[in-house]
């Protein structure tokens, strides 16, 4: 695999009154012809990145760690 396509969509949500009501923010991630994942509390693309290598693993997908990633923005 040369590279993976990954179509991200942002969201954001408030957290729970006993988290003092702060924003917590992340990332869907729609990796092309495999799924889709998600970041929790962060939008950084290094944590994508990792959870994106995380999720092809676990779903046995052989992939190299310096795989090119292509981000796509994805309009909700």
Known sequence: MDEIRVAVTR??????????????????????GHGTTQTYGTRSLDAAREMVLEYLHLSEVEVAEDVTIVWTDRVP
Do not use: F, N, S, Y
């Open 11 to 32: 969201w954001e949500t408030r957290a729970p009154w006993w988290q003092r009501r702060r924003w917590i923010r992340g990332l869907v991630l729609d990796i092309d």
